[in-house]
């Protein structure tokens, strides 16, 4: 219903409206952009055509709209897949907006509106087609990034993408025999490098092609080259080819920033704090500055029993972007930003005291609400430390895990922790899933604890997945128990297996996919008990 009155409130009113009152809309700001999407189609998930099943995803809960709001904030909005129409609002100051939309599971489409802006949304297959309502912009203008990948673009994806995550054409190679497959891959950034300069240059003719044509604003136009620029500068600052000025791919990353350079003088050197709400200079700095970091900091260690590896020293490279006099002060912000939540992410290697230190030491620093507000929120950040794990089923009875344990004592428990997010864990779900079946008349229960920090993605994931059998829990505070230290599980998916005297007798259980000598795992201990 909102959507429908909302839209019908757009129609009457841009209908209605006279020249004069259309163009007073757009002198004045409203502080929000207005999307609307008829019949939205699916594209964090995308099952690839004739890539035998294979598919490509990062979201698949319909979280496919990001923006950068106006405290710096990655945010991710929800669209309403399969409604007749869905409206999203997107809320800045900003005169100008870049959004981002998921496109083909890993891709994405940008595009750049004004404040003000109200923004149709029609879809042809899975193409997102944009039509701005309030004011005129050209097709082109505004679905720029379909354009490069429908029309400009040599293959499926821009040669710049494919350089980058040559990935995503492996598909291509899945019935190909071990020789066919190794040639295929290796040409493939053959194919894309010798694509660069043709699809940059076809990009150059099309905005100034705009330009000549008065049909595309200066800001777009300038949008698009900072887009092509970063791209290109993101690739050429990788380490492995800092030093090879006469390798094809440094050489030919060196010439096309030099050709755009040669061709738009200021592109490279006119540096402002509006950029940091480009998200292609974004991830150039997160990228050249981690390099540089990496050379400064050590590495934090760690070892579960049976396996072990390194991470990032987050605090130490916290504190080494304070040192770093090449930034801007907004710049080491956003970037000191990414560390904070990069310990909350990966807080299972870090102790709880060291991430409250250093959130605290951000809030400080910065004396940024909006950003604290949002790591306590996105991380279900407790400023407590609990003996045990607090679990939560999926009606939101609260229980713990030793009184989970406690009350299923007479059977082995085998314990499956994991959450939405992990890929790894998911491809063991079909396997878990047969691993039930096979061994429905023996005496075992099977639990399962999610990391999830909120409800929705837990509960989606378990009705994507169809995790209907099993017994389901999400870890309420995961980060902030001295039980996950005490059990040793600095990253997931992790398994356990309890005996039928409620005692913890394999703290790195053998995988569901490692059937065979699961099955004989959990027999020796129901064999035991009998």
Known sequence: MKQFILFSILFMFFS??????????????????????????????????????????????????????????????????????DTVIVESKRDLVEIRLMYKGVDELKYLFQNGDSVVFNYTGIKPIAKVINRQEDYTVTNFSLIERDNIAVDEYTAL??????????????????????????????????????????????????????????????????????????????????????????STLKNSIDNL????????????????????????????????????????????????????????????????????PIEKKRVQFGYITALFRDSGYFPIEKRWEYLNKFKNDYQDSAMFDFLVKKFNIKFKIDDDLELVDKAGKVTSLETLIASHKGKVLYIDYWASWCGPCINEMPSSKQLQKDL???????????????????????????????????????????????????????????????QLVNNNAPRPSQSKVLKTELMKYIETSQ
């Open 440 to 502: 429905a008349n023996e005496n075992i229960a099977y639990i399962y604890l999610s990391s999830d920090r909120t409800d929705r993605p837990w509960q989606k994931a378990m009705e994507r997945l169809e995790l209907n059998e099993g017994l389901h829990f999400r870890i309420d505070n995961a980060g902030y128990t001295t039980k996950m230290e005490e059990l040793n599980i600095p990253s997931i998916p992790r398994y356990m297996i309890y005996d039928t005297k409620g």
């Open 161 to 250: 993408d494919v350089t980058k995550m040559p990935i995503l054409l492996y598909y291509r190679a899945r019935n190909m025999d071990r020789e066919e497959h190794a040639a295929y891959i290796k040409g493939i950034d053959q194919a894309a490098l010798r694509n660069i300069p043709l699809e940059i240059e076809r990009e150059f003719k099309t905005l100034e092609a705009l330009k000549e044509e008065q049909k595309i604003s200066n800001d777009q136009f300038q949008y698009r080259l900072q887009n092509i620029y970063f791209q290109l500068a993101e690739l050429r600052a990788s380490p492995l080819l800092k030093n090879k000025i006469e390798d094809e791919k440094a």
């Open 261 to 328: 350079v040669k061709r738009y003088p200021k592109i490279g050197i006119e540096r402002s704090d509006s950029l940091i709400y480009n998200n292609a200079y974004i991830k150039y700095l997160l990228y050249t500055t981690g390099i540089d970091i990496g050379k400064k900091v050590s590495s934090y260690n760690y070892n579960t029993g049976q396996s072990g590896g390194s991470i990032m020293n987050y605090p130490q490279a916290y504190d080494s972007i304070q040192a770093m006099v090449n930034l801007t």
């Open 16 to 85: 209605c409206s006279s020249t004069n009152e259309t163009q007073e809309l757009e002198q004045k700001p409203t502080n929000q952009i207005v999307l609307i999407f008829n019949k939205p189609v699916q594209n964090g998930y995308y099952l690839i055509p004739e890539g035998g099943g294979r598919s490509q995803e990062r979201n698949p809960n319909g979280d496919e709209i990001q923006f950068l709001d106006d405290n710096m904030i990655e945010q991710l909005l929800h669209i309403n897949i399969g409604a007749e129409s």
